[in-house]
């Protein structure tokens, strides 16, 4: 076979890649290890920066989104013993936050694809990248017991960050910029109405945050250990925990019910440097992963991918390759100011369990000063939103 651009993974990076690719009259085939289903089963990200809906608009992906999603002037901190903070993204940037499931935009990228005659292969095993500095680099996978191979000008990395594309890359060529943190997220989805805003709530006992899908579907994290087992985590022991980590008017205003969905991520930061090798170009978890307290992961996906897109469109119609060639400088600075944001945002709202009383101390302090100055309010809000593109 024979594509344009060869796309690794149909997370929201590649099937969004490959969407705008064909907009554009640019072929690409994207190749993922999972199932369909898999893939849609996923619950993940939920809260879109205003670029990250702007761009939905403008390649025809809005209707849903606007329809179903749910636009926020700014998340509230609740922290314990003190008056609660906005986050006032309105306020200080003019931009609101939507709430809007990684799940929705999923199905909304493959209807797309699917009604446009979009080529998605799923459960390609064993895919390999070959001859990224030939100048005629081709992909191979493996699928009923065949192996097939793709020719094609360029390949994108969209394979998230246990995937194949970014170890393509010599390891001499590449830098790695890694911190994991001492504890995960417990995150559970019921199918009650949530609390109406997006809380990050700092406490004694952890961290906790209330969030949302849709007007019957609320989506709720704890911090926990980093070795917690779900079976020790029924539902009522999370509402019980998760009550006990806001504010009593919170707690009492809580709906609970079952869980539909209950799992633990790891929180860590990772970035790789550069994000392309000869033909390979990586993009969103492939090349980097935040920790989700920024709320910055598929937002930076988006906005690679539109950097990664505006590159391929401009080769393919007039030959430049002077975006392609910036492409992993100008999507690194992106990546770096959101890196620095969750790492911060993380670092002030967890407990970490050897924290010393000056450490807790300056966490404290660095609270307050959002509280009482004004321009720590709007540097956060500016960088919560998202930087412009
Ligand atoms: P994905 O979504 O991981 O997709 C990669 C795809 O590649 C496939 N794959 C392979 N395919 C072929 N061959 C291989 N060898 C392959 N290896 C892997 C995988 O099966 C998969 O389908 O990466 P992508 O597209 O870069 O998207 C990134 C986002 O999914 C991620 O950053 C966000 O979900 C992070 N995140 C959040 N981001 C936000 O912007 N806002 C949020 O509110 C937010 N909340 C979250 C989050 C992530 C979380 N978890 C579970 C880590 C909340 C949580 C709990
Ligand atoms: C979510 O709704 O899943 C969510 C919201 C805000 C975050 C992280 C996750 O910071």
Redesign the pocket.
């Known amino acids: 076979m024979r594509t344009q651009v060869a796309i ?7 099937l969004l890649l490959s969407h705008i690719l064909r907009r554009n009259g640019i072929d690409s085939i994207v ?4 199932t369909r289903a898999h ?1 849609l089963e996923r619950i ?5 920066e205003a670029g990250t809906v702007a761009l939905l608009r403008e390649v025809g992906l809005g209707a849903r989104m606007d329809r179903e999603g749910h636009p926020h002037d700014g998340s509230w901190i609740a922290w314990e013993g003190r008056p609660r903070f906005l986050i006032d993204t309105k306020k200080y940037t003019g931009k609101q936050m939507t709430a809007y499931g ?1 799940t929705n935009i999923t199905e909304d990228l493959f209807a797309a694809l699917d009604a446009a005659g979009g080529k998605i292969v799923d459960e ?1 095993a064993n ?1 390999q990248l070959n001859d990224l500095t030939s100048g005629q680099p081709y992909v191979t996978y493996e699928k009923q017991g065949r192996t097939i191979r793709i020719d094609c000008d360029y390949v994108a990395g ?7 594309s970014r170890f393509a890359i010599p390891a001499a060529m590449l830098k790695t910029y890694e911190k994991s943190y001492p504890f995960g ?1 417990l ?1 559970i989805m019921s199918q009650t109405p949530p609390y109406p805003d997006i809380c990050y709530c700092y406490h004694s006992r952890g961290f906790a945050l209330a969030s949302q899908r849709n007007p019957m579907l609320s989506r709720y ?1 704890i911090q926990c250990d980093v070795d917690a087992k779900l079976e020790d985590w029924p539902d009522d022991r999370f509402w019980q925990e998760f009550k006990a980590r806001c504010p009593q008017e919170m707690a009492d205003s809580i709906v609970t019910g079952p869980s539909i969905e209950k ?1 633990i ?1 790891p929180l860590r930061s990772f970035v790789a440097e550069p994000m392309r090798y000869g033909a390979l170009l990586l ?4 090349a980097h ?1 935040v920790p ?1 307290t920024g ?7 988006v906005s690679d991918v539109f950097y990664l897109s505006r590159a391929l469109i401009e080769f393919y119609r007039t030959g430049n390759t002077h975006y392609l060639d910036s492409y992993s400088d100008t999507a690194l600075r992106r990546v770096w100011s959101a890196a620095r944001m969750s790492w911060w945002l993380t670092m002030l709202l967890h407990r970490f369990a050897d924290e010393t009383p000056f450490e807790e101390k300056m966490r404290l302090n660095q609270f307050d000063h959002l509280l009482t100055s004004e321009r720590a309010a709007a540097a956060l809000a500016e960088q919560y939103v998202g930087l412009p593109y």
């Open positions: 690794i993974g149909s997370g929201p990076a590649g190749l993922e290890r999972q893939v993940r990200a939920g809260l879109l990684q390609a895919v969209c394979d998230g960050s246990h995937g194949v997220w995150g994290y799992s991520a993009a969103g978890d492939a992963v989700p709320a910055k992961g598929l937002n930076l996906a």
